[in-house]
């Protein structure tokens, strides 16, 4: 069985909008604790304790995420000493984060959030520069700057 990704837009697009109508800007808060939770659940999944390098394990949380089905292609890379440049090929949120986003509200971030939980067990704190950059292609393009914690 699988679900459908619009579906799947459409749901996680009506939570993220309730959310956003009942926290506010607290909003924030769910979507980065959403990200440690969910990958407190899938940590099995990545084989993370053969490697202490968190660029390696960011690439290995891309490549899940584009195995089960999230993303149709991800790309992380280093843009710097303390830089990130984030690429999503149509991840299936893409309309309702979109929608979210002209609407003045806090998107979903699910892979963003997955990846600063990553980050953050390797001694990192990593903020967003801008918000996201949706290309023509279907490509979304994020920055982050990095901080050691």
């Known amino acids: 069985m699988s679900v459908d990704p619009r579906f799947f837009d459409l749901e996680i697009y009506s939570i993220y909008k309730a959310v956003n109508e009942l926290l506010k800007e607290r909003t924030w808060d769910v979507v980065w604790r959403a990200g440690e939770i969910l990958l ?53 949120i893409t309309p309702g984060a979109k929608k979210l986003i002209g609407e003045g509200l806090v998107p979903p971030h699910i892979s963003t959030a997955l990846m600063f939980a990553l980050l953050k067990k390797y001694g990192y704190k990593a903020e967003m520069i801008g918000d996201p950059i949706f290309l023509d292609d279907g490509r979304v393009v994020e920055r982050w700057r990095l901080f050691q914690i």
Do not use: Q
């Not at 659940?41 to 089905?69: F, H, Q």
């Open 40 to 92: 407190e659940n899938i940590l099995d999944d990545l084989s993370l304790e053969e490697t202490s390098d968190p660029y390696t394990a960011l690439n290995r949380l891309a490549d899940w995420l584009r195995k089960v089905g999230y993303i149709k292609d991800i790309e992380v890379r280093r843009i710097g000493e303390d830089s990130i440049e984030y690429v999503m090929s149509n991840p299936i």
